[in-house]
């Protein structure tokens, strides 16, 4: 894998872009307003990356990162993501997405949806449960005494690989959560969320580093709630 198709660049896409540009990918750059108003971050990164329309960014990348607000996850284009990898970022804000009365009532998770919208695709979730801010400064090389993990889940296992090597090659750890419909466990509100990679308990203005037990700590809480 050697390029990474970013299906929107905002916070989050574009972190992830700026980590696998530094971890030595190509990305190339999407979102819904055209790639010209990319041209900043693609002079930030440099030649490895490139900007395009959001069937090029599906086409183009080995692994795809979809970060678009929940309530677009219908515009992402099936067809060139059959048989990819594909990361999903998206939480789940009513007040931003309105309601859905599935996710409402916990029968299927917002990455079952996303999996459901692409039936050909391997969705792995992750990236979700971290401020954007935290992801860029807690990155780490493997084997450093402070490096994070990040959760993830999915229905495909080798899939699942695929992210985790990814991960790391960022500079994070992966701790597996089990499939979409666990994806529950980290999602907004429960103890895996956010705070989890803060140095204060109510508040994410400084980063602290969160490790594997620390992650697996907060998942078994959200398991007793």
Not at 94 to 107: I, M
Not at 197 to 209: G, H, K
Request: aromatic share 6%; net charge negative.
């Amino acid at each position: 894998m050697s390029v990474v198709g970013l299906i929107g660049s905002g916070h989050i896409g574009g972190t992830v872009a700026r980590l696998a540009v530094a971890a030595g990918y190509e990305v190339v750059l999407s979102n819904s307003r055209g790639p010209e108003t990319l041209a900043g971050l693609v002079d930030e990164l440099g030649p490895a990356a490139s900007a395009g329309t959001v069937d090029a960014a599906a086409r183009a990348g080995d692994l795809v990162v979809v970060t678009i607000p929940l309530k677009s996850y219908r515009s992402v284009p099936a067809q060139p993501l059959a048989g990819k990898v594909v990361i999903d970022t998206n939480n789940y804000y009513p007040q931003r997405d309105g309601r859905f009365p599935e996710l409402d009532e916990g029968s299927i998770t917002s990455s079952e949806l996303l999996q459901r919208h692409l039936p050909e695709a391997r969705v792995v979730k992750a990236f979700n449960n971290i401020h954007y801010r935290h992801l860029l400064a807690l990155a780490r090389p493997g084997g450093a005494a402070d490096r994070s993990a990040l959760p993830i889940a999915g229905d495909d296992a080798q899939a699942k690989t695929v992210v985790t090597a990814f991960l790391d090659r960022i500079g994070y750890d992966a701790v597996d959560v089990g499939a979409l419909a666990d994806g529950w466990r980290y999602q907004p509100d429960t103890p895996a969320y956010g705070l989890i990679y803060s140095a204060e308990p109510t508040s994410l203005e400084r980063e602290s580093p969160g490790d594997a037990a620390t992650l697996r700590a907060a998942l078994a809480k959200a398991d007793q709630t």
